[in-house]
């Protein structure tokens, strides 16, 4: 069994979009791949989860133009990583 890879980043951290963020389908008040946040946009964490068959964290970000995207750590960049996370869902 493969275990769940800890979270580099903690709730509350601000963190980066490295990459655009398109619309995978999650909002459904917008156009399916319309571009939801730009990359460089700051966000805050403001939940730590897991995907359950991939094991590894992901992350809900809220963004200033107000949508909050789940995230992996690949599209992510903070200042500086955090240790382990405690409290994860």
Known sequence: MIE???PIYQWGQKVWALTDLYND???PDREPEALLV???????IVQVG???E????????????GCV???F???LRA???????AGLL
């Open 4 to 6: 769940p890879r800890t």
């Open 25 to 27: 389908g999650s909002y």
């Open 38 to 44: 730009a990359a460089g946009s700051q966000g805050e």
């Open 50 to 52: 897991f995907h359950e």
């Open 54 to 65: 991939a094991k590894v964290p992901v992350y809900l970000v809220e963004f200033p133009n």
């Open 69 to 71: 995207v789940g995230c």
């Open 73 to 75: 750590e690949e599209e």
């Open 79 to 85: 200042e500086q990583a955090r240790g382990p996370v």
